[in-house]
């Protein structure tokens, strides 16, 4: 696989794996986490989903002042080592149940990613932009977003395994090592990507650092301040207070976009049109996608069979077959634990854990319910997680030799053609959802892992089509003097898109028929890939002009 391709790829491609271990076995995790009664914060379905929501669309939010900051005084490693040391405090820390110490690890996550991410796939696109392999750039992306999978699939068994052991700081904690490997990875590498690390000076008509700060970066916070403090008919205009400042937050930032566009000269004008168009577009994407750690993490938890063996043992001491909340001390088995909402209790003057409701129990039949004294062993829905990146691992290497092969006859399709499909695809994984709800009654029956399997499966097709293949549109088009900019404008879209899944999540317990709920984001991101193709002649046509396909 490497043969072909520059001595670089691999060390960038093992960076972003170790990063992405750290990143998604937390966001694996995290909203579990902020719902356990006991070692958690005891959110509801909501407030966990609405700052899931605020948390991912941040951490896709501050790409855009990274990027810059690269672009014009850091330069690319850089920004990548100060990011990565970042994020990987902000996740050892985050398993110090401590809702300050909470906040702070969040911060961390959110200002690191924001050197991290942009700046590994620009200077992937630099070595890719050289004679010898600009013809390999899309190949090399897939190839790059492979490692990200990787890291994705494999951290999840990670932080199922030390949470059950040891509890949520374990877990936690081997995110943030991951990250530490990452950098090290990373540093090693130097020699093969230093020549490519070139910090771009202002160009007449840019806007010096100063003068960002003054005219995105402060409007940004008064923006978000003045969003959290709005008060609509129920305390807030949107979703939450966080969403209504995140929403606020984001005017300036778009204008300063919209502002680069008008700016533009016209030979640079068609493509930043044509990629902020796409930019526009994608959002919808992502809100359906990123619903992997809410929605679909709460379908895997409460609708999916995750039952793997019954046995005697002590782990529900008196379970009642019964839908009624059962009254009884809840015994923390090392090996497994369930999914259940808890209170305390003081009994014989010792605060003890109550099993309120056993959730998982909800809706299986009275005849499969547990006895007295049984053990009940089921994965945890955490691991879920992994369906996703284990299909880009799968899929990877058949969609680059299907462009390949498409290549080579003269048909491989252009890179917005390959997004327009994306979202086409990506839009069919929506109806696996909505069979799965058919057939489970609604709810009323609990439905085999496969469900899952299968939505993952179509989505992540989708996915391919569409991810790598925008970070090597935003590398083959964008000016060079704002290539890392106009990353983070992609990521950007990223985090618009991301918050919208946690407002669309949140949403979750208000539709009675969850049918209606999937059939929902069928439509939305059916309108995406419709709008996108009535788009592709003009995207085409840019792409033909600037000689890339």
């Not at 920004?79 to 040391?85: K, N, Y």
């Not at 808890?342 to 959730?359: A, M, Q």
């Not at 003009?538 to 000689?547: D, I």
Request: aromatic letters at 16%; proline letters at 4%.
């Amino acid at each position: 696989m490497w043969k072909k391709h520059p001595k670089a790829l691999p060390f960038l491609f093992f960076s972003e794996m170790w990063e992405r271990f750290g990143y998604y076995l937390m966001i694996g995790i995290f909203t579990l986490y902020l719902k356990d009664a006991v070692d958690g914060f005891n959110m509801d379905e909501k407030e966990s989903a609405s700052l899931y929501g605020t948390f991912i669309a941040l951490v896709f939010f501050t790409p855009f002042l990274g990027g810059l900051m690269a672009d014009r005084y850091l330069g690319y490693r850089k920004s990548i080592i100060i990011g990565g040391l970042l994020m990987g405090i902000g996740y050892c820390c985050m398993g110090i149940h401590n809702e300050t110490m909470l906040y702070f690890s969040m911060t961390m996550v959110i200002v690191g990613n924001g050197f991290f991410k942009p700046n590994i796939s620009t200077l992937l696109g630099n070595i890719y932009s050289t004679p010898q392999y600009l013809h390999q750039k899309d190949e090399g992306y897939n190839i790059f977003y492979m490692g990200i999978n990787i890291g994705a699939f494999v951290c999840n068994f990670f932080g199922a395994a030390l949470y059950i052991m040891v509890g949520w700081g374990a877990a936690f904690a081997a995110a943030g090592v991951g990250m530490f490997i990452g950098v090290i990875t990373f540093i090693s590498g130097t020699k093969y990507y230093k020549d490519y690390d070139v910090r771009k000076p202002l160009q007449p008509g840019d806007m010096p650092l100063w003068q960002i700060i003054a005219m995105v970066i402060v409007p940004s916070f008064v923006f978000g301040i003045i969003g959290w403090f709005i008060k609509g008919t129920e305390g807030y205009i949107f979703d939450s207070n966080s969403t209504d400042a995140f929403i606020f937050a984001c005017i300036p930032v778009l204008v300063f976009y919209a502002t680069l566009f008008i700016k533009s000269n016209k030979a640079e004008r068609p493509a930043m049109g044509a990629m902020l168009s796409i930019f526009a577009v994608v959002i919808l994407f992502w809100a359906i996608f990123k619903q992997n750690g809410s929605a679909l993490n709460t379908w895997a938890s409460r609708y999916t069979d995750r039952q793997v063996s019954a046995n005697t043992g002590n782990i529900l001491e008196a379970l009642k077959q019964t839908d009624k909340p059962v009254n009884t001390t809840y015994k923390i088995d090392s090996v497994t634990k369930l999914d259940n909402q808890f209170r305390k209790i003081k009994e014989n003057g010792k605060e003890v854990k109550v099993l309120d409701y056993p959730s998982y129990f909800k809706n299986i039949t009275a005849d499969k319910k547990p006895k007295e004294g049984e053990t009940i062993k089921a994965w945890l829905p955490s691991l879920s997680q992994s369906i996703n990146p284990f299909w880009v691992i799968f899929f990877t290497p058949l969609v680059v030799a299907f462009f390949s092969w498409l290549r080579r006859k003269g048909k491989e399709p252009s890179t917005p053609t390959k997004i327009a499909l994306g979202l086409l695809i990506s839009a069919l994984s929506v109806l696996v959802m909505i069979a799965a709800v058919k057939a489970g009654q609604n709810g009323a029956e609990k439905v085999s892992v496969w469900w899952l399997v299968g939505t993952y499966g179509v989505v992540t097709i989708g996915e391919l089509f569409l991810s790598p293949m925008g970070l090597s549109l935003v590398s083959k088009l964008s000016p060079v003097r704002i290539t890392s900019l106009m990353m983070g404008g992609w990521f950007l879209s990223t985090s618009i898109g991301n918050k919208l899944s946690g407002i669309l999540a949140s949403k979750w317990d208000e539709y009675d028929n969850k049918a209606d709920y999937f059939e929902l984001n069928f439509i939305l991101l059916g309108a995406a890939a419709l709008f996108l193709f009535i788009l592709l002649k003009w995207l085409n046509k840019v792409m033909k002009e600037k000689g890339i396909n």
